[in-house]
């Protein structure tokens, strides 16, 4: 029997992803998707597999088990999966990327469909801007010209001169498909670096595994609006008036006055259960999963 465990989990760990995580979009009053799963530690697990197939972020996984050894997990453990999500403060429209929370959300036009994929945003230094834009071009097998800037500082990291043009292949680190934010030199794009996914790896652009990038460049057009934002803490209403709070790590740039402003948001939204132990706790540790405050 635990042969045939152990067998079972490392087929499930070497096939391709669950693909995008897809809901029913909740009626306007209502603002939380999907469910959290619970998976069992088996033999062989470790936490960027576990990313991969259930087609999460490798920092979400992280932080929503943060007294889990990603590496080496223990077998038997229960480990979250964070698939419940509420959604972000936005127009349910085109593509909408959550830097705080590593995700993507795209609303396709006259479905009551969402489809969230896991993401790689720039690193400190090197950040994601916030904006609103729209897809400016397709490509696929594109082409990587690094710019000038880039390969100045790989050649004083690495000591190594940097090729002004990488073609299609497995060192292109645009992947096979990629997708133009407006005319900016900002892309949606796969990656040949899959520990990327989940983290602040990039040097700005947004990475999506090689299945979520080319199922998303199948499945939009130019024209469709992309809006990035920067929420940390998102809350709902929900029905029968119980309130729902979901805590990411903010990112290091993150403007202080944004966070005041946040704040006092969170205040008002807490009312008297923010002097809550517990409250203080679920602020502190940013888990990135959906709590409900009784």
């Known amino acids: 029997m635990v042969l045939l465990r152990f067998l079972l989990s490392l087929s499930i760990l070497f096939t391709l992803s669950l693909q995008a995580s897809v809901y029913a979009l909740p009626t306007s009053e209502s603002r939380i998707i999907g469910e959290d799963v619970e998976h069992e530690v088996l033999p062989g697990d470790y936490f960027q597999a576990l990313a991969e197939y259930y087609n999460v972020g490798l920092l979400a996984l992280i932080e929503a088990n943060p007294h889990v050894d990603p590496f080496l997990p223990p077998v038997g453990t229960d480990i979250i999966i964070p698939k419940r999500m509420i959604l972000p403060y936005a127009e349910r429209k085109g593509i909408i990327i959550n830097l705080a929370e590593l995700r993507l959300y795209y609303f396709p036009p006259e479905e009551p469909l969402v489809y969230v994929f896991p993401v790689g945003i720039g690193r400190e230094g090197l950040s994601t801007p916030n904006l609103i834009s729209v897809i400016g071009d397709k490509r696929k097998n594109p082409v990587w010209r690094p710019p000038s800037a880039l390969r100045q500082r790989y050649k004083e990291e690495h000591g190594i001169d940097l090729a002004k043009e990488i073609p299609p292949g497995p060192n292109n680190p645009f992947g096979k498909f990629a997708l133009r934010i407006g005319t900016s030199e900002y892309l949606i794009h796969g990656t040949n670096q899959r520990m990327g996914i989940g983290l602040r790896a990039s040097s700005g652009c947004i990475r999506m595994y090689a299945d979520d990038i080319e199922w998303l460049y199948h499945n939009i057009s130019i024209g469709t609006q992309v809006k990035i934002i920067d929420q940390p803490i998102k809350m709902s ?47 502190e540790e940013q888990q990135g999963v959906v709590y409900a405050l009784k």
């Not at 946040?262 to 939204?269: G, H, I, L, T």
């Open 237 to 283: 209403y929900e029905t029968q008036g119980r309130k729902y709070i979901e805590v990411h790590r903010p990112l290091s740039e993150f403007p202080h006055a944004k966070k005041s402003r946040m704040s006092e948001a969170v205040n008002a939204f807490l009312g008297e259960s923010i002097s809550n132990a517990k409250i203080k706790k679920l602020l």
